[in-house]
């Protein structure tokens, strides 16, 4: 399996190391998701796809993705687009980000809590 950074490497191992915790039944490296519209006149149809970097299934039938960002240069509108339009195709899956933290860069990642609505940081070590 390859990956497009070191931070998301990590990431890889940190959720690997939490499956073997029991803390998490499973993960999947950019599995795609179908992004879909409705039209009036011709009902669904799909507009496009979207690959986040993980996909974690937790005890409980809960699923999140996880989306690894180096900075700002990654958080692209048409990044923010997708991502929109999946939070409204999978109200049921939650959508996590994950930015380095610049003084911290190896052991750290910051994420954004929704119902805390503040970012947290988390410890990949």
Known sequence: MSFM???EREHAYWLESELQAGRIQNWHH????????YNPFIGTT???????????FYPGD???????????????EAWALRRRIFKANYPHIEYRVFDR?????KKRLKSWCKKAKKWKTIKMD
């Open 5 to 7: 950074s070191r931070v």
């Open 62 to 76: 809960r699923i999140e993705v996880h989306e690894i960002k180096g900075g700002n240069a990654t958080k692209t």
């Open 30 to 37: 950019e599995k795609s998701y179908d992004l879909l519209a």
């Open 46 to 56: 799909k507009i496009g796809g979207h690959k986040p970097d993980f996909t974690v």
């Open 101 to 105: 933290i610049a003084n911290e860069k």
